[in-house]
């Protein structure tokens, strides 16, 4: 299910920003961006946003633009920095043809510069208090969009409910229309229908082509899709599996089918759980 929420606070240091973003996904697939003075933070944000999305592939971006009173002093890592320096001459000796290493790239490598960072416990506080509330808002967005895919499955479940009620009560005639055409057949090629073993296959092949149960199932199915939609929550793992017993019982429908009627029925049932099965990967 996608979802977007930011939001800023002004600090004494600088402004903060918070921004969630999410896009469909099966799964939880989570990746937080963050400069390097809330590293040390990012544990504790990926649990607040773990403990209010299960589902989707989240992005989670936190941005600091300090103000200039509180720049800290610049530190240089001299050990750090020479090791790098005799690690790009190795390399070069190697591989005279290649660059010399700049050094501005070797000041921006990680640790090599570093900034007193203004007050880091406190960023940090702000910084998970300012992502419950994006995270609030976010899952309020969410959870607009989820009112309307609600309505969209539920077009469906109407939809598989009327063919269901309508295919239903036709089924005792089809199965008795299908065995009058068989004893016809026999009839014509057999001559009689005396022969028991004849009657008992007549029977037995009426009783696989009935497909009462299986639209019972339908109904069954349909109506705990129904219950599951109304009482809401973390709700895609279980309408997904119930997608797969629908088309599992669609499926046979139509493998037992003998008439055009259920073969349609079928065909019309399969489409709408291909269309449920596609929105329900959006939810959670």
């Known amino acids: 299910m996608t979802g977007f929420s930011v939001a800023q606070r002004e600090l004494p240091a600088g402004t903060l920003t918070v921004e969630l973003r999410a896009v469909n996904h099966r799964f939880l697939d989570l990746t937080v961006r963050c400069p390097e003075e809330f590293r040390a933070f990012e544990g504790a944000m990926r649990e607040k946003i773990t403990g209010g999305v299960a589902r989707g592939k989240v992005e989670c971006r936190v941005g600091f633009n300090a103000n200039a009173g509180s720049v800290g002093e610049l530190k240089l890592d001299q050990p750090l920095l020479q090791a790098l320096i005799a690690a790009a001459n190795a390399a070069k000796a190697l591989a005279p043809e290649s660059g010399d290493l700049k ?10 510069l570093t900034q007193a960072a203004p007050q880091a416990e406190e960023l940090g506080e702000a910084c998970l208090s300012l992502l419950v509330e994006v995270i609030k808002d976010f899952t309020a967005s969410r959870g607009r969009e989820g009112e309307k895919l609600k309505a969209h499955l539920l077009e469906r479940v109407a939809g598989m409910e009327q063919i269901v009620a309508e295919v239903k009560p036709r089924v ?4 008795e229309d ?27 092949f009426a009783q696989k ?11 069954a199915h349909v109506e705990e899709v129904r219950r599951i939609l109304d009482k809401g929550g973390a709700v895609g793992k279980r309408l997904d599996f119930l997608m797969q017993e629908l088309n599992r019982e669609a499926n046979t429908l139509g493998s037992k089918s003998v008439s055009v009627e259920t073969s349609r029925a079928s065909m019309a049932l399969k489409v709408l759980i291909e269309q449920m099965r596609e929105q329900i990967q959006n939810l959670e």
């Open 103 to 112: 050094l501005g790239e070797l000041l921006r490598w990680p640790g090599v």
């Open 209 to 219: 082509i009935d497909v009462d149960e299986e639209l019972s199932r339908l109904s």
């Open 172 to 175: 005792p005639q089809l199965v």
């Open 178 to 204: 299908y065995e009058a055409r068989l004893k016809a057949r026999f009839l014509e090629a057999m001559g009689t229908l005396d022969d028991d073993r004849v009657r008992q296959e007549i029977v037995m």
